[in-house]
């Protein structure tokens, strides 16, 4: 016989008569000798529409979680995006086979098992991971006991209270919920209390540290029932030094620099204008900056607009006492002038004879050059007028000269001697009012 045909013959011989070298497996019979059951057998006459223990009592869920990421977290929509590992345990007995072994099936085998309709109430927007398979886990263990673990990320609502921003912290919950299945089908448990959860002690944030983190097992009320509900609660402080370099001390350097204007001649108009108006724009763009990334809403009054206003008021007001100085500044020098020019008119009526009406309308205006004029002779009629007619005023009585003494000593509490003492004063005034208004911002708001 050719050699080429004894090679098939051989093979064919082997397989029909030792057939316990290559045994033949048939899906849905039990074979004794295997330490492991097939799906096949598992699945016979399993329906995954009734969950387990249905008509005896609730199943009994353990959860535990692994945060991987929090990859986002917003003030503006106040939410904050995470991916988690999500880990569910329950038993089901019409699962259980013999053996102290577990089984790893295929996660697409999902849709031949019963599945607790587990959901997040506060997602906006979540999704389960598909690369390059769905991430799903399930393995099944011989008591009947079922792990299935999913790897979901999901954006979730957290609310926030900003008023001691940048200085604040944030408690953020994630919730677990059954959506069809009440607290008499289902009952959930974290498998380890605190310690279900993992990941967040070595979570690093680029704007938060997570400073504590605790579970609770708790109940959602609603109209159709009452559902069994897990919840998570972290809270997040925020670093605060990103802020102190990037708003705060630019602020105080702006408020610094506008003090520059009180060592600067009031006579340097344009030097202590620009100064003024410099900083006062340069406050406010950097007021627009630090609102461009919150909310817009005015129930929030944040800590660092607080301080920035401050600021700016610190810029402004130095803005307003140049103006005052000079203003005081201008009087004081019109009033010089106007001293002289008196004097002047006056020595030129010494030396006529005469004095000019225009002179004695000065002189009532300035007492010093009064008390001068009335040396001079009174024999012209015009003066010898106004000083009957000041007479007759003065019978009428001491009602109207009262309110002309009070009116006068109001107005010159208004009257400053010195413009030049503003500035002198200002120097000592605004570094100590800002820096007693710094204490009692941050020991407000980083104490209470």
């Known amino acids: 016989m050719p050699f080429l045909l004894r090679i098939p013959l051989l093979l064919y011989m082997t397989y029909t008569q030792c057939g316990c070298v290559f045994p033949s497996h048939h899906w849905g019979e039990w074979n004794d000798s295997q330490l492991l059951p097939t799906i096949q057998k598992l699945m016979k006459g399993y329906n995954r529409y009734l ?7 609730p199943v009994e869920i353990g959860m535990s979680l692994d945060i991987a990421s929090i990859d986002a977290i917003s003030e503006i929509n106040m939410d904050y995006t995470a991916t988690i590992f999500l880990r569910q345990r329950w038993r089901d007995s019409r699962l259980v086979f013999p053996g102290n072994e577990s089984v790893s099936v295929d996660g697409r085998l999902v849709s031949l098992l019963w599945i607790p309709d587990t959901f997040i109430p506060d ?21 009947g006991t079922v792990l299935y673990a999913l790897r979901i990320t999901a954006t979730i609502a957290c609310n926030m209270d900003l008023t001691k921003y940048p200085m604040d912290r944030q ?20 498998t380890r209390g605190n310690d279900s959860v993992r990941g967040l002690d070595t979570l690093r944030l680029a704007q938060y540290s997570v400073e504590s983190y605790y579970t609770t097992v708790s109940q959602a009320v609603y109209e159709t029932g009452h559902y069994p ?31 520059v ?62 103006a005052c100085a000079h203003f005081y500044t201008m009087q004081h020098q019109t009033l010089q002038d106007l001293h002289r020019e008196l004097l002047r008119e006056l020595y030129e009526s010494k ?34 007028e106004v ?53 009692l911002y941050w020991l407000y708001y980083l104490c209470l």
Request: charged share 15%; proline share 4%; aromatic share 12%.
């Open 51 to 57: 969950r387990p223990n249905f008509n005896v009592g």
């Open 123 to 143: 997602s906006k927007r979540s999704f389960l991971h598909d690369v390059t398979v769905e991430n799903r886990l399930i393995r099944i263990f011989s008591n």
């Open 171 to 190: 408690e953020c919950t994630l919730q677990l919920e059954s959506w069809g299945y009440n607290l008499q089908d289902v009952v959930f448990y974290w």
């Open 229 to 259: 509900k897990l919840v998570l609660h972290f809270a997040l402080r925020r670093n605060v030094l990103f802020f102190i370099l990037e708003t705060y001390v630019p602020s105080i350097l702006l408020v610094v620099l506008s003090w």
């Open 261 to 322: 204007s009180f060592w600067i001649s009031q006579s340097s108009v344009p030097a202590r204008t620009c100064i003024g108006v410099t900083t006062v724009l340069t406050m406010t763009t950097l007021m627009m900056g630090a609102r461009t990334s919150l909310p817009n809403a005015n129930c929030f009054i944040k800590a660092i607009d607080v301080y920035l206003g401050i600021c700016f008021t610190f810029i402004f007001g130095a803005l307003l006492e140049y």
């Open 351 to 384: 030396g006529n004879g005469s004095l000019p009406i225009a002179s004695s309308a000065h002189a009532t205006q300035q007492p010093e050059v009064g008390s001068t004029a009335q040396e001079e002779p009174t024999d012209q009629s015009p003066n010898q």
């Open 387 to 439: 000083k009957i007619n000041g007479d007759t005023k003065l019978d009428q009585g001491c009602g109207l000269s009262t309110v002309k003494d009070a009116s006068r000593r109001a107005a010159a509490i208004f009257v400053v001697e010195n413009p030049h003492n503003i500035d002198r004063h200002a120097r000592t005034a605004f570094p100590t009012a800002f820096f007693f208004v710094n204490i």
